[in-house]
């Protein structure tokens, strides 16, 4: 009887000691939290925003749907697919940019609530956490993560007052329920002009998390693709799918895979620098994404590819402030400075400084879209019109081809 | 060429199923289904990883590695063995203690540093590099398939050797082998049941554990990760199965299911074959072997007869 007690008081003492392992850190960590891998985050990126008005919100022209709110008053609720602190790719930066929006505005700590490691495949999970913000006097709502889109929509009918922003979805009611995602092809164009200057081989890997039916990976796929076609014509992408949002060990052994078929850069669509890492043990090279991966991977990394959510979280915040608020979609790109390249590092191409800086002045000031004209794809098909440039809608719904220098093996 | 370099992947895939394999054949071996091989993978996981971060030294961080497993497994020793608990939910738990504690000294480990990354010293990632043995590995073709790996694929195949001469051809062997099929009997016998299932219990979370560090350290290139395993514990308790309880099978089994796990990125697209098809492809084949073991109703291909069961003495 005895041992059973001691057994029954062991078991109660290891799932303790498994709850604080779960429960803890509520707070992400403020300074530099890890940047690298991400948890699975299911769905989110399969994402096909701003069908209706994606309009950047800085077009808003002043006249706000609801009352301005003091700066004092507003509390802000944030809701986590996994934990900042996690070293999650997706999530870190999300609340990076959380931060980021802190420190300009100038909120105090209480005035963010976070709720972490919120399921997105688990609507009542998500109701209760936003409930929770509610109840504790948010006025504005994030959701990060693509499958908080119904409980947003649902909520946002219940509660006119309080404001949703919903990342990397598509719905949205004009008034206190918006989208906002980012054009990170253009940052993805711009590393593929490091790549094809890089390679000797003429053969350029990339890991995708997805195949062709995301158009987000296949968009950002076909953008590096033709960065690099920019400069270099003759040089070719490998194409290898993981087949999920979040597999350390799939990862390294696609970009093995790509290495051992001879591509001497890899990049990227997929959370651990584990690519880069095969990258740097095989002496060749790469290009990171989410965070700048060279930290992870110094004698590799040519540049990474990058967010900067707070563009976002601050001018959202700011127009709630200034009474400015108009319910309008957000999709911004390098011109709100929402996607951005990181530094190059010193192992590109002499010319490659130049001919990205060229490139993103074009794409700037408007002249260069990335996806303009027709362009030909990897079947033999065309895809857009002389003159014309894909819209929006089709960009983050509807590309399910790879561009013609695309090789799926 | 290709080839060669699709049966390397598959050998490295499969080496840490390997580790996770043979130490569950241990448990099993003694009659217990231990199902927190994942648990037992993830402390060696961090344990190897973190002591191997502070000391720089690469037998240290083996030895912690070995010592994290081994600590999950007197703990489920203890609860299974000692205290009779169950073997399913102690598992579980297990596993998911394991998982949950690996990850929450990873991320204080991660708030405490200043780049916001943990990567192992240069001097610990080169030791683990595949390296080709002198003279052998430049004999073309066979110096790259056979003698080019790193040191942890030959360490587990000399496990699995030595594990097998231990159960199948010492009287050491035997009687822990007894144990399994009918602790009542061995107990009879004179065999000290409970001390041979806390010593293979100890030694098969152990070699866990190493697998553990084998995921951090060779797949994730020596940077911390969270859920640094990934699942690979489940495979491992499925390849027991597959393996037949026999840890030189345990070997090509492994090197079959590293095979599986690889085959979509090399094999070419041009085969219209679904990716989740892959995914899938080692559980199917477990599931294929249960039904064929099952048919061929051999005795010795069996799960060991106790397996699953604690063994009260007094209810002999």
């Given at each position: 009887m005895k041992k059973k007690v001691l057994g029954v008081l062991l078991c109660v003492a290891m799932t303790a000691a498994m709850m604080t392992g779960c429960g803890s850190k509520e707070e992400p960590a403020a300074n530099e939290a890890p940047a690298a891998s991400e948890a699975p985050e299911t769905a989110d990126e399969t994402a096909a925003p701003a069908q209706e008005s994606a309009a950047?919100?800085?077009?808003?022209?002043?006249?706000?749907i609801f009352k301005a709110i003091p700066k004092e008053e507003i509390k802000v609720g944030v809701i986590h697919i996994t934990d900042p602190a996690e070293g999650s790719g997706y999530t870190y930066t999300h609340d990076l940019g959380i931060q980021g929006m802190q420190k300009t505005i100038g909120l105090e700590d209480s005035q963010i609530i976070r709720k972490n490691k919120i399921p997105d495949t688990d609507p009542t999970a998500t109701e209760n956490a936003i409930r929770e913000c509610i109840e504790e006097g948010c006025n504005v709502i994030f959701a990060t993560s693509f499958n908080y889109m119904d409980t947003c929509e649902k909520l946002a009918a219940e509660y006119p007052d309080i404001i949703f922003s919903h990342g990397t979805g598509y719905k949205s009611n004009g008034t206190n329920f918006n989208n906002y995602f980012g054009r990170i092809y253009q940052s993805r164009y711009l590393s593929g002009i490091a790549a094809g200057l890089k390679t000797e081989s003429n053969k350029i890997g990339y890991v995708a998390a997805m195949d062709k039916e995301n158009t987000e990976v296949t968009g950002g796929l076909d953008a590096f693709a033709m960065g690099i076609y920019s400069v270099n014509p003759d040089a070719e992408v490998y194409v290898k799918v993981t087949n999920s949002w979040y597999d350390p060990e799939g990862e390294k052994q696609a970009a093995e895979a790509l290495i051992a078929k001879g591509c001497d850069v890899i990049g990227q669509h997929?959370?651990?620098p584990n690519p880069q890492l095969a990258a740097e043990e095989a002496g060749v090279w790469g290009v990171g994404y989410n965070s700048d991966m060279s930290k992870d991977a110094p004698d590799a990394v040519l540049c990474s590819v990058m967010w900067d959510w707070s563009k976002y979280y601050t001018t959202a915040v700011q127009s709630v402030i200034d009474g400015t608020w108009t319910g309008e979609n957000y999709y911004g790109g390098m011109k709100e400075g929402l996607v951005t390249l990181s530094e190059l590092s010193g192992l590109n191409d002499p010319e490659a400084k130049a001919k990205i800086e060229e490139a993103e002045a074009k794409m700037l000031d408007g002249s260069f879209n990335v996806f303009d004209g027709v362009i030909e794809t990897n079947d033999g098909s065309t895809v857009g019109t002389e003159g014309g440039t894909l819209d929006d809608a089709t960009i983050t719904g509807d590309i399910h081809w790879y561009f013609k220098n695309v090789v799926e093996e | 060429m290709n080839i060669i370099n699709f049966l390397v992947a598959a050998v490295l895939a499969g080496t840490p199923l390997l580790f996770g394999t043979i130490g569950e054949i241990l448990h099993e071996r003694v009659g217990h289904l231990n199902l927190g091989v994942e648990g037992m993978m993830s402390i060696g996981a961090c344990s190897g990883f973190m002591v191997g971060y502070m000391t720089d030294n690469f037998w240290i961080a083996m030895l912690a590695a070995f010592a994290g497993g081994a600590f999950g497994a007197l703990i489920y020793a203890v609860l299974t063995?000692?205290?009779?608990?169950n073997q399913n939910v102690t598992g579980l738990t297990l596993t998911i203690f394991g998982i949950g504690l690996a990850n929450f000294i990873g991320f204080y480990m991660l708030g405490k540093s200043e780049t916001g990354t943990l990567k192992l010293p240069e001097q610990i990632t080169a030791q683990m590099r595949g390296a080709k043995i002198p003279g052998l590995g430049s004999i073309p073709v066979l110096g790259d398939l056979l003698f080019s790996y790193n040191p942890f694929v030959y360490l587990g195949i000399i496990l699995a050797i030595i594990l097998s001469i231990y159960l199948f051809r010492t009287k050491t062997g035997l009687n822990v082998r007894s144990i399994g099929e009918n602790p009542a009997a061995a107990d009879a016998a004179g065999i000290k049941v409970t001390k041979w299932k806390y010593i293979n219990m100890i030694i098969g979370g152990g070699i866990c554990g190493i697998g553990g560090a084998y995921t951090i350290m060779i797949t994730n290139g020596g940077v911390w990760i969270t859920n640094c395993v990934g699942g690979l514990g489940w495979i491992a308790v499925a390849l027991v199965i597959f393996a037949n309880w026999k840890p030189v099978y345990a070997i090509y089994g492994s090197f079959v299911f590293g095979a599986f796990r690889i085959l979509k990125y090399y094999v070419p697209k041009s085969f219209p074959i679904p990716n989740a098809f892959y995914d899938m492809l080692p559980f199917l084949v477990t599931a294929v072997v249960l039904v064929v073991n099952s048919i061929r109703e051999k005795k010795e291909n069996a799960q060991p007869e106790s397996c699953g069961v604690n063994y009260f003495r007094e209810e002999r």
């Open positions: 950047p919100a800085d077009a808003a022209a002043g006249e706000g997929c959370d651990t | 063995v000692t205290f009779m608990a």
